[in-house]
């Protein structure tokens, strides 16, 4: 078995990946940059490619929003054009005939968040409810005011990692947008810092300004909470099967761990979800990852609602499986994406869903 990475060389989940590679006692796989994939390198040919998380580089966030210039440090810019040219960047993957393990038209969809709502509500997924496209702050106050809605989460649609994203709430005398922008006269930037703006007229230019690169729209859904924290999961579905589990505990609406919320405990989730609610959540997780069938694992951030009687999917990453310090089975998740194409279940997977060239897909509606 002959495996190339697609990404950044001496990043963390290249080097996580290759150690599960060698451990496997396969040939250590080549490392494919990104950045000479988007300067024009001669794609693979042949083997088993993994295409990897392009973030994290500055060079390469360059080349996908093909700015002559780099982005200041946290700085939003050119989310739209980055995301155009990582599908660019798939396709030219694709172009040199291995075989991918995370289909580009599967990427596509889950970076872009309307397209991937999309998708799961016409599978019958549990989600929020969306709003129609808005283009600016008047368009989302007309549209939650006609929907009856008080609370929303306004996502960037082809952001990252809570990068951008306003928990919005409307109240009789104030508003009030819990996000990690940081505000400024020249630029959105994010940070590892949750603010909390109540000034209307600031609200709205954050808003407009990100308008521009596409906005998806949620429902604020109550999440069910473990003592005084609120509670969700990033699930990671490998080969249509839910292996590895996260708890995210926060004190605010935004749970990502990187903006210093805790690991909660997976097994007293599973209590409080009890042996009923959980089979039926990991089921839709199932169902998530049907909908991608060309793709070795996806990232499901999972909800349960308040009273516990209800789940939710908030998103599906493409790129979800940086998952560090959780075993199951004594593997880890790069670790155990390895065993499904070992052991032959990633093949045997693809098969009952339909995976390959053609366009239909077996269990999902979309």
């Given at each position: 078995m002959r495996l190339t990475v697609v990404g950044n060389p001496g990043n963390r989940r290249v080097d996580m990946f290759t150690r599960a590679v060698l451990a496997a006692g396969l040939p250590q796989p080549e490392v494919l940059p990104w950045a000479e994939v988007l300067a024009g390198a001669a794609p693979p040919s042949g083997g088993l490619v993994r295409v990897d998380s392009p973030g994290e580089d500055p060079r390469v966030d360059r080349l996908l929003r093909r700015s002559a210039t780099a982005a200041r440090h946290g700085e939003l810019v050119g989310l739209a054009d980055a995301y155009a040219g990582l599908v660019d960047g798939m396709a030219r993957v694709a172009a040199g005939g291995a075989e991918l393990l995370n289909r580009p038209e599967d990427v596509a969809v889950?970076?872009?968040?309307?397209?991937?709502?999309?998708?799961?509500s016409a599978a019958g997924v549990p989600v929020p409810a969306a709003l129609p496209p808005v283009g600016g702050y008047a368009q989302l106050r007309a549209a939650m005011a006609a929907n009856g809605w008080s609370r929303v989460f306004v996502k960037p649609a082809h952001g990252s990692s809570a990068a951008g994203v306003i928990a919005f709430a409307v109240g009789p005398r104030q508003v009030q947008a819990i996000t990690t922008i940081e505000h400024t006269p020249e630029a959105l930037f994010n940070s590892l810092r949750v603010r909390r703006y109540t000034d209307e007229s600031e609200v709205a230019v954050i808003v407009d300004r990100l308008a521009p690169d596409g906005l998806h729209v949620e429902r604020w859904l109550p999440k069910a909470g473990l003592g005084d924290r609120v509670v969700d999961a990033r699930v990671l579905v490998v080969a249509g099967r839910p292996t590895h589990t996260v708890v995210r505990a926060a004190r605010g609406p935004l749970t990502n761990l990187h903006l210093g919320n805790a690991r909660g405990d997976l097994a007293e989730l599973?209590?409080?979800?009890?042996s009923q609610g959980w089979s039926a959540a990991m089921e839709t997780c199932e169902r998530v990852a049907a909908c991608f069938p060309g793709s070795l694992h996806v990232g499901v951030d999972l909800m349960f609602l308040v009273g516990w009687r209800r789940h939710a999917v908030a998103e599906v990453n493409a790129f979800g499986d940086l998952l560090p310090g959780v075993l199951v089975d004594g593997r880890d998740s790069y670790a155990e994406q390895v065993h499904?194409?070992?052991?032959?279940?990633?093949?045997?997977?693809?098969a009952t869903v339909g995976a390959g060239p053609a366009r239909e897909v077996i269990g999902c509606g979309a």
């Open positions: 889950l970076c872009d968040k309307r397209r991937c709502h999309a998708r799961l599973r209590d409080a979800v009890g499904a194409l070992t052991s032959g279940r990633w093949q045997r997977w693809r």
